[in-house]
């Protein structure tokens, strides 16, 4: 996570403990903003969406673990 002047602000990136990443998401002033990708330990896509001023914005979409779509979900 990166962080300027005591706030979030940047790449936000979590990792499993075999290295494989577990999410990718950014910050601005404090709050969740932008693109976020949640993976499964195998590298497959479980979530996906998009932060908006720290609130989830517009389609989401949820992957079971076939990698198929699951769940979308429209965010307001």
Same mark, same amino acid.
């Given at each position: 996570?990166?962080?300027? @002047? $005591?706030? !979030?602000?940047? !790449?936000?990136?979590?990792?499993?403990e @075999?290295?494989?990443?577990?999410l990718?998401?950014?910050?601005?002033? $404090?709050?969740?903003?932008?693109?976020?990708?949640?993976?499964?330990?195998?590298?497959?896509?479980?979530? !996906?969406?998009?932060?908006t001023?720290?609130?989830? $914005?517009? /389609?989401?979409?949820y992957?079971? +673990? /076939?990698? +198929?779509? $699951?769940?979308?979900?429209?965010?307001?």
């Open positions: 996570m990166e962080w300027q @002047n $005591d706030q !979030k602000n940047g !790449k936000w990136e979590q990792y499993y @075999n290295g494989q990443t577990r990718t998401g950014s910050y601005v002033a $404090d709050m969740l903003s932008g693109s976020f990708i949640s993976y499964n330990p195998d590298g497959s896509i479980s979530i !996906k969406g998009f932060y001023s720290g609130a989830m $914005d517009g /389609t989401w979409t992957y079971n +673990e /076939t990698g +198929e779509t $699951d769940l979308v979900v429209e965010y307001k």
